[in-house]
């Protein structure tokens, strides 16, 4: 039996690279690829993940950081 993850959109995230999110996982653009998939123990840790990042100091986000210096 398949199971199959349903992803949304948060209209409040302000990362740029944010894509979509399930239960557990936040997908942004990738880094090696089409996407990074960003897997959290529980939704307690993906929401503060999210909180911290997606939502407000994208800047600081490990992911962010990497995708903004690649290349330069």
Known sequence: MSTRLKYT???YVI????RKEA???????G???DVTTHLFQNK??????KEDFCKAYYWNCP???TLETDGK
């Open 15 to 18: 990362c740029p690279y944010y």
């Open 9 to 11: 959109d948060d209209q």
């Open 63 to 65: 992911c962010y950081i």
């Open 31 to 33: 880094i090696c690829g």
């Open 44 to 49: 307690a840790a993906k929401h503060d993940f």
């Open 23 to 29: 239960a557990v996982e936040i997908k942004c653009d």
